[in-house]
T-cell receptor, first 114, second 116 residues
Framework: DADVTQTPRNRITKTGKRIMLECSQT?????MYWYRQDPGLGLRLIYY???????NKGEISDGYSVSRQAQAKFSLSLESAIPNQTALYFC?????????????FGSGTRLTVV | AQTVTQSQPEMSVQEAETVTLSCTYD???????LFWYKQPPSRQMILVIR??????QNATENRFSVNFQKAAKSFSLKISDSQLGDTAMYFC?????????????FGKGTKLSVIP
């Protein structure tokens, strides 16, 4: 099984719908992240979390919310999806022991908003 | 805030040849890490090589090596003996080691095509 699992792998949704992307990890890492990838823009940070009680906005948090349900689970929600949120979304983890070297990415969720 | 610039949106190289991908960054921090990630069509993010800013010696991983010029804030990736499997998007990334959050700042990527 993958260390960082994202579900679903692909999703098509309609404008205005609420959608949740889920991420779970077996790494035991304390830090979790959501990044968004757009063609020609690279990856940009949406939200990150140090632990269950500590959630922080990233560069592009508008239109998104997150929930850290447990050490191992970090969900990203789009309350009312819009077409320009069509992108590839990555969850990632790291921890204070291995630092940046321990970064582990999920396999991504490709979201299309029509 | 840090920025990472990859000035080559696309590159191509003949199989078995050598290619260099460019990356520059801007930061006021002194302690940081730099990474090159590979993203093949499978879209998985794969760490290729990493460099700690305090180390003067350039990192090497098999056919992959970097030219790290701290004063110039440059971090280029050299791929030797290019293989078809090297075809992918390559992202340069920066992290401030003192920030604690370990947020990665990425460049916009370089699409590398290896031609048979």
């Amino acid at each position: 099984d993958a260390d960082v699992t994202q579900t679903p792998r692909n999703r098509i949704t309609k404008t205005g719908k609420r959608i949740m992307l889920e991420c779970s990890q077996t790494k035991g890492h304390d830090r979790m992240y959501w990044y968004r990838q757009d063609p020609g823009l690279g990856l940009r940070l949406i939200y990150y979390s140090f632990d269950v009680k500590d959630i922080n906005k990233g560069e592009i948090s508008d239109g998104y919310s997150v929930s850290r349900q447990a050490q191992a689970k970090f969900s990203l929600s789009l309350e009312s999806a819009i077409p320009n949120q069509t992108a590839l979304y990555f969850c990632a983890t790291s921890d204070s022991v291995t630092g940046p070297y321990g970064y582990t990415f999920g396999s991504g969720t490709r979201l299309t908003v029509v | 805030a840090q920025t990472v610039t990859q000035s080559q949106p696309e590159m191509s190289v003949q199989e078995a040849e050598t290619v260099t991908l460019s990356c520059t960054y801007d930061t006021s921090e002194n302690n940081y890490y730099l990474f090159w990630y590979k993203q093949p069509p499978s879209r998985q993010m794969i760490l290729v090589i990493r460099q700690e800013a305090y180390k003067q010696q350039n990192a090497t991983e098999n056919r992959f090596s970097v030219n790290f010029q701290k004063a110039a804030k440059s971090f280029s990736l050299k791929i030797s003996d290019s293989q078809l499997g090297d075809t992918a998007m390559y992202f340069c990334a920066f992290v401030d080691s003192g920030a604690g959050s370990y947020q990665l700042t990425f460049g916009k990527g370089t699409k590398l095509s290896v031609i048979p």
